[in-house]
């Protein structure tokens, strides 16, 4: 089992900044392909970015290229989305959530979820 903690959101002006993390504990945070994903009400749950087990490798969802960055700390057993420039398009739930194979922008692909995180961004 792993447990995930999502934190860092919060209500935003448009074009501000927010940086959300996720914890883990409970397996080798270092054997997971980590991603995250949110949720707007009344949509389903959409891929937002991933990152490899070693933190090399990443994809974007194109929405979020070039404003949002992801990254790890394995050392912390932390995986973190750096949101810039935001819009109001933004404003979701986001969860992060773990996969012991591949990351991967399929929401079906992966074992474990955070509860989520609220992300508001008012224009």
């Known amino acids: 089992q792993v447990q995930l903690v999502e934190s860092g959101g919060g209500l935003v002006q448009a074009g501000g900044s927010l940086r959300l993390s996720c914890a883990a504990s409970?397996?080798?945070?270092?054997?997971?392909?980590m991603g995250w994903f949110r949720q707007a009400p009344g949509k389903e749950r959409d891929f937002v970015s991933a990152i490899s087990q070693g933190g090399g490798s990443t994809v974007y969802a194109d929405s979020v290229k070039g404003r949002f960055t992801i990254s790890r700390d394995n050392a912390k057993n932390t995986v973190y989305l750096q949101m810039n420039s935001l819009k109001p398009e933004d404003t979701a739930v986001y969860y992060c959530?773990?996969?012991?194979?591949?990351?991967?922008?399929?929401?079906?692909?992966?074992?474990?979820w955070g509860q989520g995180t609220q992300v508001t961004v008012s224009s």
């Open positions: 959530a773990a996969d012991v194979n591949f990351y991967s922008d399929r929401a079906s692909r992966y074992d474990y």
């Open positions: 409970g397996r080798t945070f270092s054997h997971y392909a």
